[in-house]
């Protein structure tokens, strides 16, 4: 097994293993272009953002990540934090054989040595969200082996630095956002288009007639710090769960409907 970073040549390999089950449809085609779109132009603006994990020439495992600086929509960034948003091994014959735990220290060893996408600042710590996901290992399980600790809504490990939590981001109705949707979209995961096509239908079902606004936080991300980074409001209020668990997200649509 080796591990590469990103680069053109090898770009269209984060796809393979991401939407390795997925290549052939229309939906997760755009999806891909779109992320493709935002991957290109991140790497040209800091360098390589992800690690790709291959057995002879197959990838078969990946992880992203970026510098919070580079992110657009977080109002107070703090300057020499990696964030790691995922790490994906989708493949059951190759899980539990250390590959991402590889990709993982890899990322570390970088960050010790100077990441090209810090531009010459110091690694001062890696902070990771886990999320839930119903195949493999818990992100949170691989992360704690790997000795990341329990931070303020997320894990951490040091590098050079000590942690210090992200400002808490709250969302203040705004009288704008009565008797409609926003949703605010990332282009970073090819998954999140189909996503965003499942809670505007779905959306549309629950109430018809209700309009539904859509911003990329990567473009328009003073939309996303007006509204505290709530990645859905429906009037006014935002929306806990996600579309992924299906009954509580309408649940949590009816019920901001109704006031
Ligand atoms: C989390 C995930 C990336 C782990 O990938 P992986 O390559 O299987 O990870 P590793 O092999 O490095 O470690 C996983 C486990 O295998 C164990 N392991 C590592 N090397 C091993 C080996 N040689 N023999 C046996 N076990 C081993 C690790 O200790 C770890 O154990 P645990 O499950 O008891 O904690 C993978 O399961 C996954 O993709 N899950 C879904 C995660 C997700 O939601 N991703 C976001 C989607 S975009």
Request: glycine letters at 6%; aromatic letters at 12%.
């Amino acid at each position: 097994m080796s591990v590469k970073d990103i680069g053109e040549e090898n770009l269209l390999d984060v796809f393979r293993i991401c939407s390795f089950n997925r290549l052939e449809d229309r939906t997760q085609l755009k999806g891909i272009q779109m992320k493709r779109r935002w991957l290109r132009q991140m790497m040209n603006e800091y360098g390589p953002r992800t690690k790709i994990a291959y057995v002879d020439t197959t990838p078969i495992a990946q992880i992203l990540f970026y510098p919070e600086e580079a992110v657009p929509y977080i109002p107070h960034q703090r300057e020499g934090v990696i964030i790691m948003h995922c790490a994906y091994n989708p493949f059951t014959n190759f899980q539990r054989r250390g590959v991402a735990t590889a990709l993982v220290e890899s990322l570390v060893n970088d960050s010790r040595m100077g990441l090209e996408i810090l531009e010459g600042l110091l690694c001062e710590y890696i902070v990771s969200k886990p999320y839930e996901f119903s195949e493999g290992t818990a992100l949170d399980r691989l992360y704690s082996g790997l000795g990341f600790i329990d931070g303020f809504g997320e894990m951490y490990r040091e590098v050079f630095g000590t942690y210090k939590p992200q400002e808490l981001t709250r969302y203040t109705p705004l009288y704008e956002d009565k008797d409609r949707a926003v949703l605010l979209y990332e282009p970073i995961c090819e998954w999140n288009y189909a996503h965003m096509l499942q809670v505007k239908e779905t959306l549309q079902e629950i109430a018809p007639n209700l309009k539904v606004d859509i911003y990329n936080s990567w473009e328009q991300p003073d939309q996303s710090i007006r509204r505290g980074n709530q990645w859905l409001v429906v009037n006014s209020f935002p929306i806990k769960h996600y579309i992924t668990d299906l009954g509580a997200f309408k649940k949590d649509v009816e019920e901001a409907l109704i006031d």
